[in-house]
């Protein structure tokens, strides 16, 4: 088991091929004036480093939101 990303295979930035990116509009009938959100991509990735960085504190593991720590925690 590695805990280093050099170690796991994963490409880097640099090591990644030429990609073409293509966007396709198709008005939203739900959002304002026809237009889609796209900042929420960023989003996905962040309750899982929380409940990582919570597990790493107190090896509880969460599955639900909102993730809290134990009431004799919390002080």
């Given at each position: 088991k590695?805990?280093?990303l050099r170690k796991c295979g994963i490409l880097r930035a640099k090591e990644m091929p030429e990609m073409e990116v293509v966007g396709v509009e198709v008005p939203d009938p739900?959002?304002?004036?026809g237009l889609k959100g796209v900042g929420e991509i960023g989003?996905?990735?962040?309750?899982?480093?929380?409940?990582?960085?919570?597990?790493?504190?107190?090896q509880e593991?969460?599955?639900?939101?909102?993730m809290k720590l134990p009431r004799k925690r919390r002080s």
């Open positions: 590695s805990t280093m739900h959002g304002a004036y989003l996905v990735p962040t309750a899982g480093a929380v409940a990582n960085a919570l597990y790493q504190f107190d593991r969460r599955h639900q939101l909102p």
